[in-house]
């Protein structure tokens, strides 16, 4: 092979790994997973406020019914003062009474506040579980998708390995200041760094250079310069 020739096919393979790395970016699995994960981020989000929501109504509760019981302890020791027969003064006694009864309404109001507050947390465990629920399956789709990335991405990644195992060995079959041109060019040229001029047309860039040009490319060296896109360009046999 002619180095026009070597850099021809160091051109075509690292086209094709162009093509596998954009394959290996498009695949849907990937863009299905950043979906997937975008989600799942917003159900722990979910999750957080859910379990924070049931963890208020449970201290709530306790709150109440810590209340309830030291209001019910207090009753409970007026009402042994009145039984005690000590208080025998009837308008002290009417006023214990009258605190007693007190107390009890409020001990009932605490229970009840109580109760209602349980239900909330109660319909803050149902929702949590809910979310639990869906956070597992978000998941496990997850780990399925990631599965058949791995899959259809391995085959890709191996087939870009081998394509770029080529054309390192076709790199190193070229002249050290040709392979330098070259990826400077592709560096510069989205990629493609090397044309070959066919019927005065350059292949990198399709232009159909002035015969004149094409003349005096043909009676120059095998590797020149593609004067409308500056890549590198072969001029091979058939170019005149
Ligand atoms: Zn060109």
């Known amino acids: 092979m002619t180095d026009g020739e070597i850099l021809l096919a160091l051109g075509e393979r690292d086209l094709e790994i162009m093509r596998a790395e954009r394959a290996l970016d498009e695949l849907p699995e990937k863009t299905a997973i950043l979906k997937l994960r975008h989600r799942i981020a917003e159900i722990e989000r979910a999750r957080e406020q859910a379990d924070a929501y049931c963890r208020k109504a449970d201290s709530l509760v306790s709150r109440a019914q810590d209340e309830a019981a030291s209001v019910q302890d207090k009753a409970a020791s007026e009402q042994e003062k009145v039984l005690s027969g000590q ?9 214990l009474t009258r605190e007693i009864a007190a107390l009890e309404r409020r001990r009932d109001a605490l229970e009840h506040e109580a109760l209602g507050l349980m239900e909330k947390a109660e319909a803050g465990r149902g929702q949590l579980a809910k ?3 869906a956070l597992a399956e978000g998941r496990s789709k997850e780990a399925a998708l990631i599965e058949r990335f791995k899959e259809r991405g391995g085959q890709l990644q191996h087939e870009t390995d081998r394509l770029r195992a080529e054309r390192d060995a076709l790199g190193k079959r ?38 004149d040009r ?24 058939e170019s005149t």
């Open 174 to 211: 070229l002249p050290a200041d040709v392979l330098a041109r070259y990826e400077a060019a592709r560096a510069s040229k989205h990629g493609i760094g090397v044309g070959r001029l066919a019927n005065g047309v350059c292949s990198a860039c399709r232009t159909q250079l002035p015969a």
């Open 87 to 95: 208080v025998t003064n009837p308008k002290e006694l009417q006023n």
């Open 214 to 237: 094409t003349q005096s490319l043909a009676q120059g060296p095998e590797i020149a310069e593609c004067p409308n896109c500056r890549r590198v360009l072969v001029v091979g046999a």
């Open 131 to 133: 979310v639990d629920a």
